[in-house]
């Protein structure tokens, strides 16, 4: 009940633009049937073991999104499910995408995950790595994988300014390359705001956020 309470209190609030990821990691199925249960279809996991687990035993009209960092060697076991990938980081990781997505005859939506934070540990690309993979003649060729979006994370502190300056500098990047239109790149989901954050992420063009604890309680990774 707790769950499905929670969804509805978040969703009430969401505006009708912004998609609710439940970010379900280190959570038993049964507390995903009890957000399932409450109309909830998008689930965000960040280990790939962990989440086809999950999508072996759920119900098949779950969209499943990886929200971790990903290893290149087993994008394979989530390339014949996977929904959106978000935290696409190098063209590398792309080519492997694009290699199993076309083995299981898909083309794999993914978001490219953008470096905003402060904390170095913190994965992602910045404007300038963003832009040499754009350049790149070999992305072109990525026929099976197609760039949907923009995703990234804020620094962890209670500075909210410091938040919003980064969430901003995002949208303006997310901004600047909606106008670019490739078959293989065509934004148009921004992914940013998990539970600490998301009012503000959306308040900054947020189009995707992405919640766990205050849907499922807090993690226990014991
Ligand atoms: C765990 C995680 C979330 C959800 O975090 P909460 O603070 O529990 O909402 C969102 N995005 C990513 C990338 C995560 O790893």
Redesign the pocket.
């Known amino acids: 009940m707790r769950i499905a309470e929670n969804i509805q209190n978040i969703k009430a609030a969401l505006p009708p633009e912004v998609t609710l990821v439940a970010?379900s990691?280190t959570k038993p199925v049964s507390d995903l049937m009890e957000a399932y249960a409450a109309g909830q279809r998008i689930f965000?996991e960040?280990k790939i073991q962990e989440m086809t687990e999950k999508w072996e035993q759920l119900p098949k009209d779950i969209e499943w999104h990886m929200?971790?960092h990903v290893q290149s060697n087993k994008v394979k076991y989530m390339a014949p499910y996977v929904a959106l990938i978000?935290?696409v980081d190098s063209l590398k990781l792309l080519q492997e995408i694009n290699k199993q997505a076309a083995k299981n005859n898909r083309v794999i939506d993914c978001l490219l995950q953008i470096h905003i934070a402060e904390e170095e540990t913190k994965f992602g690309l910045d404007a300038s790595e963003l832009e040499a993979i754009l350049n790149a003649a070999s992305f072109h060729s990525l026929q099976n994988i197609k760039v949907i979006g923009l995703m990234g994370?804020a620094t962890f502190t209670e500075d909210n300014a410091q938040i919003q300056k980064e969430f901003q500098f995002l949208k303006s990047l997310f901004d600047q390359y909606q106008s670019v239109q490739w078959p293989n790149f065509q934004l148009q989901t921004l992914s940013m705001g998990?539970?600490?954050d998301y009012q503000l992420a959306i308040d900054c063009g947020s189009t995707m956020v992405?919640?766990?604890?205050?849907i499922f309680g807090v993690?226990n990774y014991s």
Do not use: E, P
Request: glycine share 28%; proline share 0%.
């Open positions: 970010v990691k965000g960040n929200i971790g978000h935290g994370m998990m539970s600490g992405r919640i766990g604890s205050s993690r």
